[in-house]
């Protein structure tokens, strides 16, 4: 084994620090289980404020074991840190392999004590409480090193009673999986959600409308507390195809006056997954096509300005923004360009990078995102 691969087996995550943690502090703290070769709190690039989370190195492996069994989930700064082998093989992160999700959790139910509760059943090598300003989110993540301990702890603790909740215990899922059975259910579903249809409508008759299509299970018309139509309801049938064909020959349709609204029902989780989704696709698409507009011009003679600088690079398509920056009146020798697309900014940086503009040759790149 490498000295490399050594030291990197004796490192440690160490994860919800406080804001102010420094180095310094935790190098103290973890000087009690050993030499400590080095401790680096990861930072923002711009504003070099603490991310929350930091990798400490140790010289023995020995020393990283006792820290993580004797100091996990104490408190520095009035809050508790999480500690766990530091994993940099990425395929062990996301494979899935041992990882188990847990829903419903009681909102006392911390760090600590989800840890204390599943280390049962194999070795963790981490476990998280999600939560957010206001506390726990009511959902966590364990992950095993053996997808054995994983199956041992779905057995025995889904449908377990933990402070009076009972729990939800499955086989993570990443995206890609969540997503591919989303749109299973979409096109399998027997649920027909309505709307627009009035407030004089009520069961029977919305039962005598779509029992055309097929065996109903059940139909409900959703009232307000006078017992009036909210103007929307539920039809469950016993097979997909009827549901099917009631959303094809329904939607839109008159009726009362009025063209109805009939889709597949969702549940809440799903039609946030679903909007969730369209939200990430689109964001995705406005960053595919933001990609590589804006150039990032350095050393500029100190004569040229935004007109001079617009007509040199306009030959290369449509300019929205050139700004040279200043201070005192004075130019700084670098500026930013904006490109309407990608292909006009690459065109540009390819040829008008070295050239020779006013007395110096420029240094074109493309503008990096913080």
Known sequence: MSVAAKYRQASLYVGDLHADVTEDLL??????????????ICRDLVTRRSLGYAYVNFLHLADAQKALDTMNFDTIKDKAIRLMWSQRDAYLRKSGIGNVFIKNLDKSIDNKMLYEHFSAFGKILSSKVMSDDQGSR?????????????????????????????LFVGRFKNRKDREAELQNKAHEFTNVYIKNFGDDMDDERLKDVFSQYGTILSVKVMTDPSGKSKGFGFVSFDSHEAAQKAVEEMNGKDISGQPLFVGRAQK?????????????QMKQERY??????????????????????????????????????QEEGRSKGFGLICFSCPEEATKAMAEMNGRLLGSKPLNVALAQRP
């Open 268 to 280: 809440k989780a799903e039609r946030q997954a679903e909007l969730k989704q369209k939200f990430e």
């Open 27 to 40: 190098f103290k703290k973890f000087s009690a289980a050993g030499p400590v070769l080095s401790i680096r």
């Open 288 to 325: 595919r096509r933001s990609r590589g507009v804006k150039l990032y011009i350095k050393n500029l003679d100190e004569t040229i300005d935004d007109e001079q600088l617009r007509r040199e690079f306009s030959s290369f398509g449509s300019i929205s923004r050139v700004k040279v920056m």
């Open 138 to 166: 009511g959902y966590a993540f364990v992950h095993f090193q053996s997808q054995t301990a994983a199956d041992r702890a779905i057995e025995e603790m889904n449908g377990a009673l933990l402070k009076d909740c009972r």
